[in-house]
């Protein structure tokens, strides 16, 4: 074999050889790409089935929660006259001893408890997953009289000359004292006298948690003009002749109310609400963000209206923690002319006082609209969140 058929051999040699070695790189490539891949769907199937597990667990704590909130709310609410005393069973979570429900656990944690209200957080657990709820409960009016007084109820008034009454009043009333009614008072209805009943105490801050957007710092005028807020004032309001309002406005001290005014929503009060009303004014309540009944006017102390103008509309509940006084004092030639006309349902922790000096209050009890303001049993539920 001569050189050249040699080299020719040798580089035959060298390509299968680099042919060879090629191929084995290619399949050990192979091998390693489809191990790759096969731990890749092993990690996804596996990954899939921990999110699946996942999911089904805070599903079923969801629901374990919504139980848990369900019973607590029946079993320590719902007939309860006082919440302040209300302790949970079960403790903080983790510890204690909490309530097993389906394939999950549940504790229960009340926070800012008065006598009428609540907030309850139940806190479920299943496996690894947590779910909790939020609900306020505040109890519901134990009363289903339109007009409702603590202590006494008393109409008066003066007889126009040439007239025969000086007053209306069409519904069931009660008080827990005594009910009188002066001797030209047009009454329809049924008086139930020394009828004691547990009110509950009323909240004002509540409602500034619950219905208000909006906080205001200090003293706050609301001028003539249109007021569009749902506030709540830390301080005084006043609201003067020719104000519009649409919303509410919630204080933490009193509220004054001058001249001819319009407000559609609630305004309430920590302290007390004064007013001299001229004519045509006008408060009507609307219903809350879940349609709940809201007072029109709510003051947690002493409650009084003066109408020096004809032709003023009340709708809606008033309640409040002290007295409440409606009166009419109309100027001359108008004096016996009807000065307020009010619709809806009075709920006082003091007395209740209607005077005519002069001028004519029709009091219309609405007791479906009491009715549905104590709707529910004794149990209102307000703000729910899941935390």
Same mark, same amino acid.
């Given at each position: 074999?001569?050189?050249?058929?040699?080299?020719?051999?040798?580089?035959?040699?060298?390509?299968?050889?680099?042919?060879?070695?090629?191929?084995?790189?290619?399949?050990?490539?192979?091998?390693?790409?489809?191990?790759?891949?096969?731990?890749?769907?092993?990690?996804?199937?596996?990954?899939?089935?921990?999110?699946?597990?996942?999911?089904?667990?805070?599903?079923?704590?969801?629901?374990?929660?919504?139980?848990?909130?369900?019973?607590?709310?029946?079993?320590?609410?719902?007939?309860?006259?006082?919440?302040?005393?209300?302790?949970?069973?079960?403790?903080?979570?983790?510890?204690?001893?909490?309530?097993?429900?389906?394939?999950?656990?549940?504790?229960?944690?009340?926070?800012?408890?008065?006598?009428?209200?609540?907030?309850?957080?139940?806190?479920?657990?299943?496996?690894?997953?947590?779910?909790?709820?939020?609900?306020?409960?505040?109890?519901?009016?134990?009363?289903?009289?339109?007009?409702?007084?603590?202590?006494?109820?008393?109409?008066?008034?003066?007889?126009?000359?040439?007239?025969?009454?000086?007053?209306?009043?069409?519904?069931?009333?009660?008080?827990?004292?005594?009910i009188t009614f002066g001797n030209h008072f047009i009454y329809s209805g049924t008086a139930h006298p020394n009828l004691p009943m547990s009110l509950p105490v009323v909240n004002t801050a509540r409602l500034a948690t619950e219905i208000t957007t909006t906080t205001y710092n200090g003293n706050l005028t609301v001028p003539s003009g249109y007021f569009n807020q749902k506030v709540h004032?830390? #301080?005084?309001? *006043?609201?003067? $002749? =020719?104000?519009? @309002?649409? +919303?509410?406005?919630i204080a933490d001290g009193d509220i004054a109310i001058n001249g001819t005014v319009s407000t559609t929503g609630t305004l309430a009060a920590v302290g007390n609400i004064t007013g001299v009303l001229a004519a045509n004014s006008s408060l009507v309540a609307q219903?809350?963000?879940?349609?709940?009944?809201?007072?029109?006017?709510?003051?947690?102390?002493?409650?009084?209206?003066?109408?020096? #103008?004809?032709? *003023?509309?009340? $709708? =809606?509940?008033? @309640?409040? +923690?002290?007295?409440?006084?409606?009166?009419?004092?109309?100027?001359?030639?108008?004096?016996?002319?009807?000065?307020?006309?009010?619709?809806?349902?009075?709920?006082?922790?003091?007395?209740?006082?209607?005077?005519?000096?002069?001028?004519?209050?029709?009091?219309?009890?609405?007791?479906?609209?009491?009715?549905?303001?104590?709707?529910?049993?004794?149990?209102?539920?307000?703000?729910?969140?899941?935390?």
């Amino acid at each position: 074999m001569n050189k050249a058929q040699k080299t020719s051999l040798n580089r035959r040699r060298f390509q299968q050889t680099d042919s060879r070695g090629f191929g084995l790189l290619a399949v050990v490539f192979s091998m390693l790409a489809l191990s790759a891949m096969g731990l890749g769907v092993t990690s996804m199937i596996s990954s899939g089935a921990a999110t699946s597990t996942a999911d089904a667990e805070g599903q079923k704590a969801f629901f374990v929660a919504e139980g848990g909130l369900s019973h607590t709310l029946t079993k320590e609410f719902m007939t309860d006259m006082n919440y302040s005393n209300n302790t949970s069973a079960t403790g903080a979570p983790y510890g204690g001893t909490p309530i097993t429900l389906g394939d999950g656990q549940f504790w229960v944690q009340y926070s800012n408890q008065t006598e009428t209200t609540a907030d309850v957080t139940i806190t479920a657990k299943v496996g690894n997953s947590v779910r909790v709820l939020k609900q306020s409960v505040s109890m519901a009016i134990p009363v289903t009289y339109p007009v409702y007084s603590s202590g006494n109820m008393a109409f008066n008034g003066t007889m126009p000359p040439g007239q025969d009454l000086d007053g209306a009043l069409y519904g069931d009333v009660a008080a827990g004292g005594t009910i009188t009614f002066g001797n030209h008072f047009i009454y329809s209805g049924t008086a139930h006298p020394n009828l004691p009943m547990s009110l509950p105490v009323v909240n004002t801050a509540r409602l500034a948690t619950e219905i208000t957007t909006t906080t205001y710092n200090g003293n706050l005028t609301v001028p003539s003009g249109y007021f569009n807020q749902k506030v709540h004032v830390t #301080g005084n309001v *006043t609201i003067q $002749t =020719g104000a519009v @309002i649409d +919303g509410h406005i919630i204080a933490d001290g009193d509220i004054a109310i001058n001249g001819t005014v319009s407000t559609t929503g609630t305004l309430a009060a920590v302290g007390n609400i004064t007013g001299v009303l001229a004519a045509n004014s006008s408060l009507v309540a609307q219903a809350g963000p879940n349609q709940e009944v809201l007072p029109v006017l709510q003051a947690g102390g002493n409650l009084s209206l003066s109408d020096v #103008g004809m032709g *003023t509309v009340i $709708t =809606g509940i008033i @309640i409040t +923690g002290g007295n409440t006084t409606l009166s009419s004092n109309l100027p001359s030639p108008q004096r016996w002319n009807t000065s307020v006309n009010y619709t809806g349902g009075i709920l006082s922790r003091g007395n209740i006082t209607v005077n005519n000096e002069r001028g004519f209050i029709v009091v219309n009890g609405d007791s479906q609209l009491m009715t549905s303001f104590a709707q529910g049993g004794n149990l209102k539920l307000g703000k729910w969140q899941e935390n």
